[in-house]
């Protein structure tokens, strides 16, 4: 069995910064790619960011120089900072990873879900 474990989702006002943290754990044997995508009511999920295992990283397109990922391959965590967050930017934000399983498997793997909430 494989877990991806989110923290550091909440509510923050706007122009402010909050971190995200992914944890995963399990039979893994390795991860080629961890990192976030999100989804706000009404809209299709999206991508925020990821960052493969050779440290290559790909953002949306809205991101624009405000989040940083981050990942520690051996500890088999990732990172999501965020700056200069906008109410636009309120969101569930699942982890997703990309991996092989001690069994051998390739495939995907998703979070339960962090909520991110940009408010005044």
């Known amino acids: 069995q494989v877990q991806l474990v989110e923290s550091g989702g909440g509510l923050v006002q706007p122009g402010g910064s909050l971190t995200l943290s992914c944890a995963a754990s399990?039979?893994?044997?390795?991860?080629?790619?961890m990192g976030w995508f999100r989804q706000a009511p009404g809209k299709q999920r999206e991508l925020v960011a990821v960052v493969s295992s050779d440290g290559s990283t790909n953002y949306g397109d809205f991101v624009k120089g405000r989040f940083t990922i981050s990942s520690d391959n051996a500890k088999k965590l990732a990172f999501l900072q965020m700056n200069s967050l906008k109410p636009e930017d309120t969101a569930v934000y699942y982890c997703f990873a990309a991996l092989r399983t001690t069994a051998g498997h390739q495939t995907g793997y998703w979070g339960q879900g962090t909520q991110v909430t940009v408010s005044a």
């Open positions: 399990g039979s893994i044997l390795s991860i080629s790619t």
